[in-house]
Nanobody
């Protein structure tokens, strides 16, 4: 089991930026998994945001964040990041980090084993 701790959420005005971090409490080689970010707004289902494969060589995003969000990872620090730029009120949600079952990118909740506790992102208009 992978323990994940997110940080970096907060309140920001529309057009602003935030960087989320997710640190894994696991051995370094065991961190060689696909990692993902999901989000859940009030009254809505948890939705996929971005994913990155085990070595950072492959990434994938939901359409609404392409060109604004960037996922990256530092395997030496066992940390994955989500840089969010040009935020809009529609990005307001609790953001969750997740560790995948395999090495390569994954876009569905079922492909992830372990989840962090979430960090709140609020974008004001």
């Amino acid at each position: 089991q992978v323990q994940l701790v997110e940080s970096g959420g907060g309140l920001v005005q529309a057009g602003g930026s935030l960087r989320l971090s997710c640190e894994a409490a696991i051995g370094r080689t065991l961190f060689w998994l696909a990692m993902g970010w999901f989000r859940q707004a009030p009254g809505k289902e948890r939705e996929f945001v971005a994913t990155i494969n085990w070595n950072g060589g492959s990434t994938y995003y939901r359409d609404s964040v392409k060109g604004r969000f960037t996922i990256s990872r530092d395997n030496a620090k066992k940390t994955v990041y989500l840089q969010m730029n040009n935020l809009t009120p529609e990005d307001t949600a609790v953001y969750y980090c997740a560790a995948g079952r395999n090495l390569e990118i994954a876009t569905t909740r079922e492909e992830y084993n372990d989840w962090g506790q979430g960090t709140q992102v609020t974008v004001s208009s």
